[in-house]
């Protein structure tokens, strides 16, 4: 329950982050509004998000946030909803997290003048890695992909304006 209610505010913070970077305008609405105004273009529910602990994969922003809808609800009403909370919405809202993180690091990572293109999914490639003698590695030439402690997000953005 702790978890859950700590990832919400970070959610918040770092949609407002891309918002500043991408000078974005948000409606009213929330999260929900500013999470679906960010993946206008597909970008978030494009993510390849896999649990590292338990090979799973993720897709918080396929359908409905659902994970956000528990998070408000516990937060407004703590002694009735946190009997809601489920390991698959707080794994959702941490994957959500992390994504949202991928986005941050490639919009921070990309010059001024094609900051335009990191919010289509179109510019994302997913990564591949192959097993070689019991190692994993990244293909020649393919950016590795992005890890944190608990997922691994096997999308990387690629805009080249040259093609």
């Given at each position: ?6 990832i ?17 305008k948000f ?20 993510f390849?998000i ?17 994970w ?21 919405s ?35 490639e ?11 590695s ?26």
């Amino acid at each position: 329950m702790n978890l859950l209610l700590q990832i919400g505010p970070q959610i918040e913070g770092v949609t407002d982050l891309i918002a500043s970077k991408k000078s974005l305008k948000f409606n009213s609405g929330g999260v929900p509004s500013r999470i679906k105004r960010i993946n206008r273009n597909g970008v978030l529910s494009g993510f390849e998000i896999t649990s590292l602990l338990h090979e799973s994969l993720f897709t918080p922003f396929s359908q409905k946030a659902s994970w956000w809808d528990t998070y408000n609800k516990t937060k407004h009403n703590l002694a009735q909803s946190q009997f809601d909370i489920t390991y698959l919405s707080v794994m959702d809202a941490l994957a959500a997290l992390a994504a949202l993180h991928r986005l941050s690091d490639a919009i921070n990572g990309t010059s001024t003048e094609n900051l335009e293109y990191v919010l289509d999914k179109q510019y994302w490639e997913k990564t591949f890695e192959i097993q070689v003698r019991r190692k994993t590695s990244t293909a020649i030439g393919i950016p590795g992909p992005w890890k944190s402690k608990t997922f691994k997000i096997s999308n990387y953005f690629v805009y080249n304006p040259d093609c």
